[in-house]
């Protein structure tokens, strides 16, 4: 976390002893194993901020398919089907003028992408189960990554701020 609790980073938990050690960091949560040195007894970290604010520009949420996997949750968006062997699917076919941008790229399951063919969901009968959006801008994380991180329920408090409306049920 940056030092007004913005998060900036996932890290192993060598650098985040690392950052304390130097004072770099604060720890604000715990995890329940014990580092032991000769000398030194420590707690290992699980969330830490750091000391002084680091200013970065504001990045953006990039397509790319591991993003539009997170995004639609690993779930095919026309038929509903979970799993992690998705294709990705152009709602409106590059080849009738469809752009490959957020609003029109979902993750599909490849019984439902040869079942689309080269055509719209309309001429086939195929309605998309949630109409495809970009993200919301989620601070330095990669989407994916911001996408993983909600599930550890002792990252969550500092992650829901900015992104209320990810946060898993």
């Given amino acids: 976390m940056n030092r007004n609790y913005e998060p900036l980073n996932l890290c192993s938990w060598q650098r985040a002893i690392v950052l ?55 779930t095919c968006q026309y038929c509903g089907r979970q799993s992690k062997h998705l294709t990705l699917d152009h709602v409106i076919p590059r080849h009738l003028g469809g752009k490959h941008v957020w609003e029109n790229v979902v993750a599909c399951c490849i019984e439902c992408n ?28 990669s989407f994916s990554t911001f996408r993983r991180a909600l599930r550890n329920a002792t990252w969550r408090p500092y992650l829901e701020p900015f992104a209320p409306h990810l946060v898993p049920e």
């Fill in 20 to 74: 304390v050690y130097l004072g770099k960091a604060v720890p604000l949560e715990h995890d329940s194993r014990t580092l032991r040195s000769t000398s030194v007894s420590m707690q290992l970290p699980a969330v830490v901020r750091l000391a002084e604010q680091i200013r970065r520009p504001l990045p953006e949420v990039k397509l790319s398919r591991s993003s539009v996997l997170a995004r639609d949750e690993y």
């Fill in 114 to 141: 040869n079942r689309k063919g080269n055509r719209t969901p309309r001429e086939v009968g195929l309605t998309l189960l949630r109409t495809p959006q970009r993200p919301r801008f989620i601070p330095y994380l």
